[in-house]
């Protein structure tokens, strides 16, 4: 069975600190994973994914995620917040059914 | 942006009525999606197409339909709207390709009164 486990449901930071959010997946076997960001009244943008190559993922707006197999994690980070970070965000694992299980979602706060 | 769009937008409807919501996708991609978004529990999913008349239950389905005639139209019913199914709903496609990426349409706001 797949499951994502987002730590934490809400993350405060101040402007131009670290960004850690936290994520724990349960799956049989090396799962595709993602991280989507969801501005007020949006959709989801995805952020970045990891399918089994570098285990260090880069995504779009300075964040990046690191795939631990033997953590079964995938936490999101960015060196230095910016006020446009807030959002919501949702950890997401893909099974080889094609279907994606998502966690409850982290809302971060950026405190100016 | 993936070629997704969602229709209607916004919608208010009374408890009892049966309510259609259509998914209209420009990419060709096998695979279309329902979910629901509520606080606290992240996006759900309904159901999901994997092909034109192929489809499966998600999560939460009961209370609700969906049908696939052609590959770029899902259309999701409520067929007995009740105040619960009050939510925003959000299609989504994807390839069948491993490590296929998730597309999201823009989103319908339903309120159930």
């Known amino acids: 069975a797949q499951s994502v486990t987002q730590l934490d449901s809400h993350v405060s930071v101040s402007e131009g600190t670290p960004v850690l959010l936290r994520c724990n997946y349960s799956?049989?076997?090396?799962?595709?994973l993602f991280w989507y960001v969801q501005h007020p009244n949006k959709g989801l943008q995805l952020l970045l994914k990891?399918?089994?190559?570098?285990?260090l993922v880069k995504g779009i707006n300075g964040f990046e995620a690191e795939f631990k197999k033997s953590e079964t994690s995938f936490h999101l980070t960015k060196p230095s917040a910016h006020m446009s970070d807030a959002a919501e965000y949702f950890c997401?694992?893909?099974?080889?059914?094609?279907?994606?299980?998502f966690g409850t979602g982290t809302s971060l706060t950026v405190i100016p | 942006d993936a070629g997704i769009t969602q229709s209607p937008r916004h919608k208010v409807t009374e408890t009892g009525t049966p309510v259609t919501l259509r998914c209209h996708q420009t990419?060709?991609?096998?695979?279309m999606y329902w979910y629901r978004q509520d606080p606290g529990h992240g996006l759900r999913l309904i159901h999901y197409s994997y092909g034109v008349k192929d489809t499966d239950k998600g999560e939460v389905s009961d209370g609700y339909s969906v049908s696939r005639s052609k590959t770029e139209d899902f259309l999701l019913t409520l067929e007995s709207a009740t105040s619960s199914q009050t939510s925003v709903y959000f299609c989504a496609i994807s390839g069948a390709g491993e490590g296929e990426t998730q597309y999201f349409g823009p989103g319908t706001r339903l309120l159930v009164l």
């Open positions: 997401v694992v893909r099974t080889t059914g094609n279907q994606f299980y």
């Open positions: 799956s049989s076997y090396s799962p595709s």
């Open positions: 990891y399918t089994s190559a570098a285990t």
């Open positions: 990419e060709n991609h096998r695979y």
